[in-house]
């Protein structure tokens, strides 16, 4: 069974009962898929109204009640759709669990329901507690964790911005630790909050430890959180450039290029590589990269990828000024990646000098006017800078 096409179906059978509805869109955020997140969003507010209707008759005396026809008949498709789609996903990655009490309230309702005529509730039965702030179905791979701090104060601290998002540093007083905020801005339009909103999913997506990592999405506000990172690459180098080795400079090189190799290993391209959105984390006995800023990222066949972005800043090929924008590819990101390169290694953006015989052979071949005497990856380019000494 293809597992996109059912989930589809059962969209589209909910359209036609007109049983779409987003009131606890909320409660399901965190379902990565839209369609099935659009689909549990509108049972559950089925499950809620219909329950409603049914606690007018509950509870029940030593006689039982009865249930009306309409609502019967509802119920039962909405009960009939929600186990169909948990079979059918329970061995996929869209896997999700009933809560337990509405399992049991589920289960209890396909016993007594009638299509037809009404349904006799049964006797003794108690009233049904609606689930307005709980999610009545938990993904799989999700685990469900009671903060003892349902609603943090946190002072935010702008700390950064660019055309799209201002970026805020907080405190989480329950984990003492810091987070990132990044918000958009309110005068984005439609497209741009569309690309934001990509960004975020597209960083959500990679799994690697030398990405950013980023954990919700706000759709109301349009802002994520995202882990806390102590340095961007050009501040540390900076603060510490005087006293770096070059084994230490070489260790950060190459966590950057496995950074971009994996990157395109993705089929993605960054597309807006400089020393700010290279990030760095340091701990007691060791330096963590990772790279941020995926506002920019080329996705192939996409239709927000932006093809008339401005042309700015040093580490870009300065051939995109001509040959624009959308023509952007490996090469150009191999040429950028070299500027990187030689920056972390000497602490100076000017190649126009280099005294080492080795590292000046990798800058020209990365940086080469010619296009096509260019390494070719970043496997190859790796390769080149372990012989560099």
């Not at 309230?105 to 709980?134: D, H, Q």
Request: glycine letters at 4%.
């Amino acid at each position: 069974m293809n597992i996109e096409n059912y989930i589809e179906s059962k969209y589209r059978e909910l359209i036609s009962y007109e049983a779409i509805n987003a009131e606890f869109a909320d409660l399901y955020l965190g379902i990565d898929h839209a369609r099935l997140r659009e689909i549990l969003t509108a049972l559950h507010h089925n499950f809620i109204s219909l329950f409603k209707l049914m606690n007018e008759r509950l509870p029940t005396n030593d006689y039982g009640n009865h249930f009306l026809a309409n609502p019967s008949r509802d119920l039962i498709k909405t009960i009939e759709i929600t186990l169909e789609l948990y079979n059918a996903l329970k061995s996929s990655e869209y896997a999700f669990q009933l809560d337990d009490y509405y399992a049991g309230i589920i289960y209890t309702c396909r016993e007594f329901l009638n299509s037809s005529g009404g349904s006799p509730i049964p006797a003794n039965m108690a009233k049904i507690e609606l689930y307005y702030t709980i999610p009545i179905f938990i993904p799989s791979n999700i685990a469900v964790i009671t903060n003892p701090q349902n609603n943090i104060s946190a002072t935010l601290k702008l700390i950064g911005g660019g055309s799209y998002a201002n970026v805020f540093k907080y405190k989480d007083t329950f984990y003492n630790k810091y987070f990132v905020l990044k918000r958009a801005k309110k005068e984005l339009s439609p497209k741009e909050i569309e690309r934001f909103k990509r960004e975020f999913k597209e960083m959500q997506e990679f799994f690697s430890p030398y990405i950013l990592e980023v954990y919700c999405y706000n759709e109301e506000k349009n802002e994520y959180i995202m882990e806390y990172m102590d340095y961007t690459l050009n501040s540390y180098i900076e603060k510490y450039n005087s006293s770096l080795s070059t084994m230490q400079r070489r260790n950060i090189v190459l966590q950057i290029l496995r950074a971009f190799e994996y990157i395109h290993s993705k089929e993605r391209l960054h597309r807006d590589i400089s020393p700010k959105n290279i990030l760095i984390k340091k701990y007691e006995d060791t330096l963590v990269v990772k790279i941020a800023d995926f506002g920019l990222v080329k996705i192939p066949d996409s239709a927000l990828t932006t093809v008339n972005t401005e042309f700015k800043g040093y580490f870009n090929d300065p051939s995109l000024i001509v040959d624009g924008f959308n023509t952007y590819g490996i090469l150009h990101e191999i040429f950028a990646l070299t500027r990187v390169v030689y920056y972390v290694m000497t602490g100076k953006t000017n190649v126009d000098s280099i005294s080492e015989h080795n590292m000046r052979a990798f800058v020209q071949k990365g940086l080469n006017v010619d296009k096509s005497k260019r390494f070719k990856s970043i496997s190859e380019m790796t390769h080149a800078f372990k012989s560099v000494e």
